[in-house]
């Protein structure tokens, strides 16, 4: 089968502004490449110098509010107990043999301690020697650090380099064997851990997009194309989130920089798809290079738009969130989009109007349609049969979308981003065998008098009893009063992990309960800690679940609605969507909530797979439907429109949605449990997004509807060309007869 005319005129109608906005800059790229390119070479140049470098953090109670109940205990407890801090690293110790620690032992310890003060290891500010476990197996040394605020300083983490490299010289000839863990710890592993995995998604990303292109084009100079032009546009984007990362206060996660590899390849890559299987399609109509460059960007310029600008609203929707975390990540990726979308619609196009037919080089593929078009079956066989064809893709995805139901989130940032083999990882979990779950990293309860007056003993005690009555809570120690006697902590170690589902419902329910109603008169009690922190985060996720969700897909229904110029599919290309979102939930849950000791998946997931599957699902949808209007316009029937639309669109969706499904599946190679389930949540998202909803349910479910999926606008009503499009290149050949199969 081959096609007379592989882009025809389905023009008319509609769209007069946008269509022009594009022309212009159609012709803009086309006839002046070397303007466009130099205006990109500057800016790169001037904002890769002067923009700060974009830092992130992994301490949960950076991404809170103020208004959260934990937060105002850590800055209580940072007025009241100002010397009182948390070790910054814990030094973990235990016999060599895995036997009880002996007396001669924590004599051992001891001295141990002695020689590293004596070292006097920059930023170590003190060492406490903790009595052994009551099982014997395993004593503590905390290490105080001077306390950061700017996630750009190393002191901590310099520090820690050194203490592991003389603790392991100290210990070497004794019985003892042991780690560094700890806030501090885990933040160095977190930084390395994240280096290591961003340069293996690097790698992995780069090479998955020149193996796949060199397939699909044969050519060396389009697999090198997103790679280099993409090189240049993440320097720039990682220079406009840093500025304004800074100029906002945004709190980034150690995993927003591995995004952003993903997000600019795999995106740039998709929108450079765009671009330039339209400009093969006017190649082959007969256009000049220059000017199959201005068509290309006139036609698909309003599509991939429209497509980044869905992109683009759902991450901003993530500023409505609670969560510091989310209000950062949002703007971050949304400005990568943006700067990819700038690129893809010049940058690409400018230097293609340079190299003309040459990009293809060595291949002469792109001079012919290819006889034996796979898609162009596909879309017959759907167009016979769209009821099939939607029903089928559609039960499949509702039956993953059944197990996105039991989804069960985990709340441990830290431990989720760095290896199981990070230091600060084995000996957090060799700490377990001689402390109870709760004791490693105990919930505090400040007791602070509102009335001025000192706290009495009588009253501290037995508050202390009422807390040690708590349903959950292990052991209470005894009440630790501040200078002036006005604000007391007890630590609480809590009988489960801190983490644990367990031990949220016992802090969020049985001990703030009794810690607010029993506080004595005239006082007032505040609940802190890393499990506090988790069960305010909960809080703010479940808010964020309520106010984000529906704000993006409003908006992004509005977006549809005013590309379509239709109110009826919207809605169901949003249902698609969906069910697309739920079906990728489902099989996450399915594949990693109760596998080995994974007991949950990360709380922030079913947020950015939302943005990702909504947003990027949308991309699909809109390239698909677009394609499928313009073959209504050619005056073909809703089931004729959709059979050609799969042959024409259905390849650069297959290509598009392989290259970034791959790419967010290279976040499985970083060994972080946070990436790998991200990774593998995104792109099966995108791959059922690609290969079954816009390939085949909103296709098939458009056949189905007919002309009524474009009420009120009538969008796919056949018109005659309009004085603009007539001007444009190529206009003759596109408003000829439509092409026929044959």
């Known amino acids: 089968m081959r096609e007379d ?4 005129g389905r023009r008319g109608g509609g769209g007069g502004g946008e269509r022009n906005l594009f022309a212009g800059l159609g012709q803009l790229v086309a006839h002046h490449p070397w303007r466009v390119i130099a205006v990109w070479v500057i800016a790169a140049i001037a904002v890769i110098g002067l923009a700060p470098h974009l830092s992130s953090t ?6 809170l509010p103020s208004h959260y109940e934990s937060i105002q205990a850590q800055n209580l407890q940072q007025s009241a107990f100002p010397q009182a801090a948390a070790p910054a690293a814990v030094i973990v110790l235990e016999r060599a043999d895995g036997s009880a620690l002996t007396a001669a032992d924590s004599a051992a310890v001891q001295d141990l301690a002695t020689k590293l003060r004596q070292a006097q290891i920059a930023d170590v500010t003190a060492l406490q020697v903790g009595q052994p476990s009551p099982n014997r197996l395993i004593q503590t040394i905390g290490v105080q650090m001077p306390t950061e605020n700017d996630p750009q300083q190393k002191a901590q983490t310099d520090a820690v380099k050194a203490l592991r490299t003389q603790l392991q010289s100290d ?43 060199l397939i699909i084009f044969r050519s060396p100079i389009i697999a090198l194309l997103p790679i280099i032009t993409i090189g240049l546009v ?44 339209r400009y093969r399609e006017r190649l082959r109509a007969g256009d000049v290079p220059r000017d199959a460059v201005a068509v290309a960007v006139t036609r698909a310029g309003e599509a991939i738009a429209s497509a980044a600008g869905a992109v683009i609203v759902a991450f901003m929707a993530l500023t409505l969130s609670t969560l510091g975390l989310f209000r950062s990540l949002g703007p971050s990726l949304a400005i990568a989009v943006a700067v990819t979308l700038l690129a893809g619609l010049t940058l690409i196009p400018a230097i293609v109007a340079l190299l003309g037919t040459r990009v293809f080089w060595p291949s002469k593929a792109w001079r012919t349609e290819p006889r034996g078009a796979r898609f162009a079956a596909i879309g017959q066989a759907m167009g016979r049969r769209p009821a099939r064809f939607a029903a089928v893709s559609g039960l499949v995805m509702a039956a993953l979308a059944i197990a996105a139901f039991s989804f069960r989130p985990t709340f441990d940032l830290t431990s989720g981003s ?24 105990p919930t505090q309860v400040y007791l602070k008098a509102t009335d001025g007056a000192k706290l009495s003993a009588s009253e501290l005690n037995a508050y202390r009893s009422d807390l040690a009555g708590v349903s959950g809570v292990g052991t209470v120690s005894a009440p630790l009063p501040n200078a002036t006697d006005t604000v007391a ?37 505040l609940v802190g800690g890393i499990t506090a922190i988790y069960v305010d985060i909960q809080s703010a996720v479940d808010h964020d679940y309520a106010l984000v969700f529906p704000v993006a897909a409003v908006i992004i229904m509005l977006i549809l609605a005013l590309v379509l110029r239709s109110l009826v599919a919207p809605l169901y290309l949003m249902a698609s969507v969906g069910l697309g979102f739920g079906a990728t939930l489902g099989a996450t849950v399915l594949l990693f909530q109760n596998s080995g000791s994974n007991n949950g998946l990360i709380f922030m997931l079913p947020v950015i797979m939302y943005m990702f599957v909504v947003a990027l699902g949308t991309d699909y949808n809109i390239l698909m ?15 004729e429109a959709a059979a050609e639309a799969v042959r024409h669109a259905g390849p650069t969706v297959g290509a598009a949605g392989l290259i970034l499904a791959g790419s967010f599946a290279s976040l499985m190679l970083a060994g972080q449990s946070t990436l790998t389930q991200m990774g593998f949540a995104i792109s099966v998202g995108i791959a059922i997004s690609a290969f079954v909803m816009a390939m085949f349910f909103t296709p098939a479910l458009t056949a189905l509807i007919g002309h009524a999926a474009w009420w009120p606008g009538h969008a796919d009503a056949k018109h005659a060309p309009s004085q603009q499009q007539e001007a444009l290149p190529g206009a003759e050949e596109e408003t000829a007869p439509a092409g026929r199969l044959r």
């Open 418 to 441: 760095t290896n199981s083999t990070a230091e600060s990882t084995v000996w957090q979990n060799q700490l377990l065998r001689g402390e109870p779950a709760g004791a490693t990293t």
């Open 58 to 63: 992994t301490d949960e109670a950076s991404f």
């Open 489 to 525: 902590v007890y630590e609480v170690a809590l009988s489960h992990d801190p983490a644990s589902d367990a031990a949220m419902n016992t802090l969020k329910g049985p001990l703030r309960t009794t810690a607010h109603q029993d506080a004595p008169p005239g006082t007032t009690a």
């Open 171 to 213: 210990l070497s000839g004794t019985d003892l064997k042991g780690g560094i863990t700890g806030t501090a710890a885990q933040n160095l592993d977190s930084q390395s851990s994240g280096n290591k995995a961003d340069a293996i998604i690097g790698i992995a990303t780069v090479g998955l997009i020149l193996v796949l292109l």
């Open 5 to 8: 005319k592989p882009a025809r």
């Open 625 to 639: 439907i677009t394609r499928l209007r313009e073959e209504a316009r050619e005056g073909r029937s809703p089931r």
């Open 234 to 277: 993440s320097q720039v984007a990682d220079g406009l989130i840093a500025w304004a990362s800074n100029a906002f206060n945004l709190k980034t996660d150690s995993s927003v920089t591995s995004l952003l590899i993903v997000v600019l390849f795999g995106v740039g890559t998709d929108y450079i798809l765009f671009f330039l299987f």
